[in-house]
């Protein structure tokens, strides 16, 4: 079972328990990674491009489960802001 990533709309949330904070998640990705060494011959990623990336499970850390997890609405998501609502920002 394969399940999407949260987005700025959605959050995961285990089926079981409720957590919505706590999972380990197991990705496969696909990297260009720019490194720069220093003279010592140590390195440091300075930047990194996501070719593709598959989430292959997402257990609970919590309650243990594995790939009982489902996206739900962050609070406030399906909200308009308050620049919709005709109110000035801040008031």
Known sequence: MTIAAPTAETRWRCTLCGNLTRFDVTRTARVVEYLHFDLAGE??????????????????????????????????????????????PGA
Do not use: F, H, Y
Request: hydrophobic share 35%; proline share 4%.
């Open 43 to 88: 390195s440091k990623v300075e930047e990194t491009e996501v070719l593709s990336e598959t989430l292959e499970s997402v257990r609970c850390r919590w309650c243990n489960a594995v790939d009982q997890v489902e996206l739900v609405a962050r609070p406030g998501a399906d909200e308009d802001g308050p620049e919709s609502a005709g109110e000035a």
